[in-house]
């Protein structure tokens, strides 16, 4: 039935004759695109004392020049260690425009290597995070993809453009395209339809990038605002391990000198430097989404306490060290590094962080029990549960033993009555006219949220469950290779005649083929959900399997099924991309260079 709901939905649209596809940002997609203006030399770039031409300089742009069939100019260059500062090209142009940049690829000498930079206006206080996410042409030749950077009304603004933390770039051009009152007007219009969720981990929005300002950390939101991404599941990090000052938590490395990597060692600075600098970046994200209209959404990975070697100092709960009586034994002894929920001390704590964190009045919490099994074992605390349970000795019976799972179930339950207590007791302390809403990430399959103690029936019943979003990347499940296979009529079932609704989740930087990516969600749709939960999405990325252009401008558009049936037959749109001629003194040929080494 799936398959012929979405045959005969797709047959349908694509009856229609399809004119040329473009992304919504694209600037061939303008009425006026011919009249655009190309900027091409961009030794005009000020301040003239950050540009060098000859042999590179730490902290300069290189000026090169660039060549194309149809254009050439002075393209600016950083290696990924430049580290140059900002630079500014002032605009001469009045009136509406949408504004471009042309990026190139960055070869690694032999094949591709990463790239990016930032781009703003200078009256906007954020930064759009850009990447040329294209392959090199045969012979190795380079190619520029042109990036969004912004719509806006030029008035003597000027376009500044910074490196990104160890990343090469090469920027070869500026484009300033005219728009219509009606082209304005449709690009700067919310989204009608805002059904997706993204979450965010906490961590992986601030270690690459080195922030020190909250404009620095709002740059991951810049991107978001005219998606279908209309709920926001924020993860402070992982249980009680945080990205924000906390009284009840620990940020990850807090005391540590001694990192792994350099890497980890960057993210505690940036936290400690944010800190210090009054700066929340938890409030940052709140009110990001907040500015953009979407729901906000606490999140805490309930199995997040600490690491094992070499991250033991980076994933550091003082809680968990401080109480290795409460963690989680197997049914040998042997210990584990999760804290058991069995223990009442180990869902009070839990219960303190959610509280301190609803100071900000997100829309909801939530946990996200793909992140992850075990929350309880066969330590005291849940044997003499389950002794009173069921009068019997746990460590006596099969781990599969419904009686381990009803045990479990209860235990859980209890916690999530407990959150849900806290959430109208702060929500008629705060005076809070909307009830506050609890999110979960949940298992692929019926078996394996029993087995772990996830009555979802139950808590739906209960009203202990609003959205849930159901993932099928969870160790400690049931260990069995159904890479995206989830099984989307249990939740309809289960959530049938309530108000809790259930989203199928994909992963993105896992998301197969472009077009595979809408033909899996195009069918979710039209089967009836909701919209599409998308794991740890970020607006610069390339589709991961090497499809060029940004997963993102797919990612943001899954509300549309209109669009995703279109590309689930005729494939996604390709960004505008310009073939180089000549990039410095690499004059691009049939004879590829760098092969006598």
């Not at 003082?318 to 290795?324: I, L, S």
């Not at 946990?367 to 849940?382: D, K, S, T, V």
Request: hydrophobic share 40%; glycine share 8%; charged share 25%.
């Amino acid at each position: 039935m799936k398959c012929l709901t979405l045959c005969l939905l797709t047959a349908l649209f694509c009856a229609r004759a399809v004119a040329q596809d473009y992304f919504r940002h694209d600037s061939r997609a303008l009425s006026q695109a011919s009249k655009a203006v190309l900027i091409t030399d961009l030794s005009r770039m000020q301040p003239q004392a950050a540009l060098i031409t000859g042999r590179r300089q730490k902290g300069k742009w290189k000026m090169l020049p660039f060549e194309t069939v149809e254009m050439k100019g002075t393209a600016l260059s950083v290696y990924s260690a430049t580290n140059p500062p900002r630079v500014s090209l002032p605009l001469l142009e009045k009136g509406w425009h949408s504004v471009h940049v042309g990026l190139a690829t960055t070869s690694g000498g032999f094949n591709i290597g990463g790239n990016g930079i930032k781009a703003k206006l200078s009256d906007e206080p954020v930064f759009r995070r850009l990447a040329n996410n294209l392959a090199l042409l045969p012979n190795r030749r380079a190619v520029i993809q042109e990036c969004f950077v912004s719509v806006a009304e030029l008035n003597g603004q000027s376009l500044e453009i910074a490196p990104m933390p160890g990343l090469p770039a090469t920027v070869c051009y500026v484009k300033l395209v005219p728009m219509t009152v009606e082209e304005v007007a449709a690009s700067r219009e919310r989204s009608k339809h805002r059904t997706s969720i993204a979450t965010f981990d906490g961590h992986s929005w601030i270690w690459p990038f080195k922030p020190t300002t909250a404009e620095e950390l709002a740059e991951e939101f810049r991107g978001y605002e005219d998606t279908d991404i209309g709920k926001w599941w924020f993860q402070v990090t992982g249980s009680d391990l945080v990205c924000y000052p906390s009284k009840v938590g620990t940020y990850p490395g807090e005391g540590t000198v001694d990192f792994p990597t350099g890497a980890y060692a960057a993210y505690t600075q940036s936290l400690e430097t944010l800190f210090k600098a009054g700066v929340n970046p938890l409030k940052v994200a709140r009110d990001a989404a907040k500015a953009q209209g979407a729901e906000f959404h606490v999140m805490l990975r309930p199995g997040g306490w600490a690491g094992s070697m070499p991250y033991e100092e980076t994933f550091n709960s003082r809680f968990y060290y401080e109480h290795p009586e409460w963690r989680c034994l197997d049914r040998d002894g042997t210990p584990t590094f999760y804290m058991s929920y069995a223990v009442p001390e180990v869902r009070r704590h839990l219960i303190e962080l959610l509280r301190e964190t609803l100071e900000l009045q997100p829309e909801g919490v939530g946990f996200l029990f793909n992140r992850g099994m075990p929350l309880m074992l066969w330590e005291e605390a849940f044997c003499a549960r389950f002794k009173e349970m069921h009068n019997a000795d746990a460590r006596s019976v099969e781990d599969d033993d419904p009686r381990i799972q009803s045990t479990r179930a209860a235990v859980m339950t209890g916690f999530m009555r407990e959150v849900r207590a806290l959430l109208d007791e702060t929500a008629a302390r705060q005076g809070r006219k909307e009830r506050y809403k609890i999110s979960l990430g949940t298992f692929a399959r019926e078996a394996d949220n029993q087995r772990w103690g996830l009555d979802l029936p139950n808590w739906i019943q209960l009203g202990l469950v609003d959205d849930i979003a159901v993932t099928w990347f969870a160790y400690h499940t049931s260990f069995e290779k159904t890479p995206g296979q989830i099984d989307m009529d249990y939740y309809r079932r289960i959530t049938q005649g309530t108000s809790a609704r259930a989203w199928p989740m994909v992963i993105a930087w896992k998301t197969g083929k472009p077009k595979e990516l809408c033909q899996k969600t195009a069918a979710w749709l039209a089967d009836g959900a909701p919209g599409i939960a998308i794991w740890d999405p970020q607006v610069m990325k390339g589709w991961p399997e090497g499809s060029p252009g940004n997963v993102f401008d797919v990612l943001g558009r899954l509300g549309h099924k209109d669009d995703l049936l279109r590309w689930s037959k005729n494939g996604v749109p390709s960004p505008l991309s310009v073939p180089l001629t000549r990039l410095d003194d690499n004059h691009f040929s049939r004879w590829f260079p760098n092969t006598g080494f």
